[in-house]
């Protein structure tokens, strides 16, 4: 199956930093890639999905300001957590289909996930 | 109501048992349906797409009921290794994924 990594795996750092996570879909190209937040014992909570060459689409009540997204080649995309906070601490994971058909199918492919912890 | 609901169990059942799962979805329109599993910490991976006409893989069996709104899995003959959480993914328009909380799934000796 297609592969999709996800990096860093882990990331603790203090309050007020920015964190970037990064997505790659290693042997497809990716015109749509969803971003997701976990808390634990809870579902995935989509945040946003994510455009090859156009803005990201964000879910209600996710802060476009504070997630950005950037997807700025088929095969990257980034989800930067700016001025983190203990709250922002979770599993966030990022997955991506094949590009051009499909959709309807719509496997998805998943990175490995990242986990933040903010102190 | 949520989009998508699933009971969060844990089922907890013995080896060899069979087990059922339903999920039930809000939005009519929804175009797609699939059952992924997640272990603990793990990505969730594709177990298998749910057809209109049912569906079998092995020990799997997936239904859809699009009267009801409501998909299930069935597993039959459970072994340890199946032990995992079982996320049902419904896809809204223009394919978006949602995802329901999971269902807990406790294989034990």
């Known amino acids: 199956g297609a592969v999709v990594s996800q990096h860093p795996s882990w990331v603790i750092c203090k309050s007020g930093t920015s964190v970037k996570i990064e997505c790659r879909s290693l042997?497809?190209?990716?015109?749509?890639m969803f971003w997701y937040r976990q808390f634990p014992k809870q579902s995935l909570m989509l945040m946003a999905t994510s455009n090859e060459g156009s803005k990201a689409t964000y879910e209600q009540g996710v802060e476009k300001d504070k997630f950005l997204i950037n997807h700025a080649s088929l095969t990257l995309s980034t989800l930067t957590v700016t001025s983190a906070h203990p709250e922002d601490s979770s599993f966030y994971i990022c997955s991506a289909r094949l590009a051009g058909g499909g959709t309807a199918t719509g496997e998805l492919f998943f990175g490995e996930g990242s986990r933040l912890t903010v102190l | 109501r949520k989009e998508v609901e699933q009971d969060p169990g844990p089922f907890n059942v013995p080896e060899g048992a069979t087990v059922a799962f339903n999920c039930t979805y809000s939005n009519s329109a929804s175009q797609s349906f699939f059952w992924y599993r997640q272990d603990c910490r793990k990505e969730p991976k594709l177990l298998m797409s749910v057809y209109s006409s049912g569906n079998e893989d092995g020990r799997f069996t997936a239904q859809l009921n699009r009267a009801s709104q409501y998909i299930s899995l069935l597993i039959r003959d459970s072994k340890l290794s199946d032990s995992a959480t079982y996320l049902c993914?419904?896809?809204?328009?223009?394919?978006?994924?949602?995802f329901g909380r999971g269902t807990s799934l406790i294989v034990h000796p």
């Open positions: 993914v419904v896809n809204r328009g223009s394919y978006i994924p949602t």
């Open positions: 042997d497809f190209q990716a015109t749509t």
